[in-house]
């Protein structure tokens, strides 16, 4: 996957002397860096992971996007001087404000790295696992940057009709899990990952439980068991229907790990209103039509603007904030309206 765009190696345009801080070597950060090196601007992309993709090395399986392809395309943006700085976390390892300092304009490129979980009781046994968190270990075992796998059971329960949920299915055949079931609240044809990705599971063994969802989790110290509640679907008028429990359908199924595949959240690395800049009540961060963020030099692109997309959207929207960029560090303009907002949560912030 090739990241540059405008230039090549070898025929690179002069340095403007201008620098620009990526917060996020992710899809967003990747093309946002890929459109500044070859306007000339110096580039340092920061991550907190051992190594620059993002969700493309380790939140998404090599057969839906080979490795090799990103690694190459992320080579060629360190050839061509983009610097990437790695196992370093804004808002823990490195101050946000400093990088601000020290930058003649910032991108947060943070995405959506904290997943939502269900709270019912006995979510707090042992064994139960978010799925997202669970695909980013396993890649970060199986790439040699852990020592410890990640544990599995006989009869794995996942619970989303997303493609993280459908990724977490085969990752859990891969690791050694005899038995898969997918539940999914919605049928298959309203599922986000599509019916041809529900169809293509049960194919390899998976045992769909369309129309159910969680209530339950029972057990000791570990998962046990889980109830599940049949749900029949409503229509609304707006959208998908509403599932709605029907009430003494409840089933019982053996399990001794779930994965909870149930949607992700922006994470901004800064809390609502620090450094002057404002934070969705979704936790996405606020930006105009051309990624600016309520704070002078601050743009804002990818899931951590948007909330949860695909690869593609996520890529094409780094692509775009890095033209706003080059184009704010040829102006130094900036809309007055965003910066009183800023100002005003700065205050209410302190």
């Given at each position: 996957?090739?990241?540059?765009?405008?230039?090549?190696?070898?025929?690179?345009?002069?340095?403007?002397?201008k620098r620009v801080s990526i917060i996020g070597a992710g899809p967003a950060g990747l093309g946002a860096a890929g459109v500044l090196i070859?306007?000339?601007?110096?580039?340092?992309?920061?991550?907190?992971?051992?190594?620059?993709?993002?969700?493309?090395?380790?939140?998404?399986?090599?057969?839906?996007i080979p490795k090799k392809r990103i690694r190459d395309g992320i080579k060629e943006m360190k050839?061509?001087?983009?610097?990437i700085i790695l196992n370093k976390k804004v808002g823990r390892d490195v101050d946000l404000e400093s990088i601000i300092d020290e930058s003649d304009s910032v991108l947060i490129a943070t995405g959506t790295w904290r997943s939502r979980e269900l709270k019912v009781p006995g979510c707090e046994l042992d064994g139960i696992h978010t799925a997202f968190d669970y695909i980013v270990n396993y890649h970060l075992y199986k790439y040699g940057?852990?020592?410890?796998?990640?544990?599995?059971?006989?009869?794995?329960?996942?619970?989303?009709?997303?493609?993280?949920?459908?990724?977490?299915?085969?990752?859990?055949?891969?690791v050694g899990c005899e038995e898969i079931y997918l539940s999914y609240r919605r049928t298959?044809?309203?599922?986000?990952?599509?019916?041809?990705?529900?169809?293509?599971?049960e194919k390899e063994g998976v045992k769909i439980l369309e129309l159910t969802q969680p209530t339950k989790f029972i057990g000791h110290s570990r998962v046990e068991k889980v109830v599940l509640i049949r749900n029949k679907l409503v229509e609304t008028g707006e959208g998908r229907p509403k599932p709605q429990p029907i009430l003494g359908s409840d089933i019982?199924?053996?399990?001794?790990?779930?994965?909870?595949?149930?949607?992700?959240?922006?994470t901004p690395p800064f809390e609502n209103g620090k450094y002057g800049i404002h934070v969705n009540s979704d936790g996405t961060i606020y930006t105009?039509?051309?990624?600016?963020?309520?704070?002078?030099?601050?743009?804002?692109?990818?899931?951590?603007?948007?909330?949860?997309s695909l690869i593609g959207p996520a890529l094409a929207s780094g692509k775009k904030a890095g033209e706003e960029i080059h184009n704010y560090l040829?102006?130094?303009?900036?809309?007055?309206?965003?910066?009183?907002?800023?100002?005003?949560?700065?205050?209410?912030?302190?």
């Open positions: 996957m090739r990241f540059l765009k405008g230039c090549k190696l070898g025929a690179l345009p002069n340095p403007t002397g070859c306007k000339g601007h110096e580039v340092v992309i920061y991550d907190q992971l051992p190594e620059a993709g993002g969700l493309l090395i380790f939140g998404i399986p090599d057969f839906r050839d061509a001087g983009v610097k940057y852990i020592n410890t796998p990640p544990e599995y059971g006989k009869k794995a329960l996942v619970i989303g009709g997303g493609l993280t949920a459908v990724d977490m299915c085969y990752i859990a055949k891969e298959r044809q309203y599922a986000p990952a599509g019916k041809n990705e529900f169809n293509q599971l019982e199924l053996e399990v001794d790990i779930v994965f909870q595949a149930i949607g992700e959240i922006p105009d039509e051309h990624y600016r963020t309520t704070r002078k030099g601050v743009f804002a692109a990818g899931d951590v603007k948007t909330g949860p040829l102006t130094d303009e900036w809309p007055d309206h965003l910066l009183k907002i800023g100002r005003e949560y700065d205050r209410v912030s302190r």
